[in-house]
């Protein structure tokens, strides 16, 4: 019985990075993008700016490469965010 608990404790965190992950990969695409702005034509790539709520590598609200499918490939790295920004953009909409 507690070495079920404990298992369970141990588990559950997880599996829960595992699922929230997972629920990002299924918004990987265009749920978790606001715009998107080609500047292929001015040599300047590709930028994905999220919707409030997601950030690349804990850094950025934004994904900059040369083209979209770089730009997918980096979907991996985005996180949910909660940076103050991000909760006041979303109290607006
Ligand atoms: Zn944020």
């Not at 409030?52 to 991996?76: M, N, S």
């Not at 790295?77 to 991000?86: A, F, I, L, N, S």
């Amino acid at each position: 019985m507690v070495y079920t608990l404990a298992l369970t404790v141990a588990v559950f965190p997880a599996l829960l990075f595992i699922l929230t992950n997972g629920d990002i990969m299924t918004k990987f695409g265009m749920e978790i993008v606001e715009e998107i702005s080609d500047e292929r034509n001015m040599g300047d790539g590709v930028w994905l700016y999220f919707k409030p709520g997601y950030i690349w590598q804990r850094e950025v609200h934004q994904i900059h490469e040369d083209t979209l499918a770089k730009c997918k490939a980096q979907f991996k790295y985005v996180t949910v965010c909660t940076c103050e920004q991000c909760v006041a953009r979303q109290i607006k909409r």
